[in-house]
């Protein structure tokens, strides 16, 4: 496997107090080891079932995830998923809701997946009412 190659796949197990774990890529192939340094979001959003998107590197003992995102949070998790949930709302770009999601994150790391998924819906809609963005982009 490369180290630019992105793929998503899907976490088999993680531990939170040990900050490792293991996701199976949707391509198929062995499971790819991924460290909590190596995350983009709060390690509390990996779990198991949950979905990840992630570049691939070869690691020391084979590869390995870096940059490792959540596309769909596991199912029960708490508040659904965080970027997922909205995913179709008000026409915003895929990129645009996941970039305010990684700045609430990075700005109040102790905001809850359903803190986030209702603080976002709420920028969302005021900014399609005021009309700040251009949709078309």
Not at 26 to 50: S, W
Not at 79 to 85: D, E, I, L, P, R
Not at 101 to 121: F, G, N, Y
Request: aromatic share 6%.
């Amino acid at each position: 496997m490369m180290g630019s190659l992105v793929v998503t796949g899907k976490v088999v197990r993680f531990d939170e107090i040990r900050g490792y774990g293991f996701v199976t890529p949707d391509t198929g192939g062995e499971d790819v080891f991924v460290h909590v340094n190596d995350l983009d979001v709060d390690k509390r959003l990996i779990a198991p079932g949950a979905v990840v998107e992630f570049t691939v590197e070869e690691g020391e003992r084979g590869p390995k995830a870096s940059n490792v995102r959540v596309v769909r949070s596991a199912p029960g998790a708490p508040g659904g998923s965080v970027v997922a949930k909205d995913a179709d709302y008000l026409g915003f770009s895929l990129e645009f809701r996941e970039a305010l999601t990684e700045a609430l994150l990075v700005s109040v790391p102790t905001l809850t997946a359903d803190q986030i998924v209702r603080v976002r819906k709420t920028v969302l809609e005021l900014v399609h009412e005021q009309g700040w963005l251009d949709e078309d982009e």
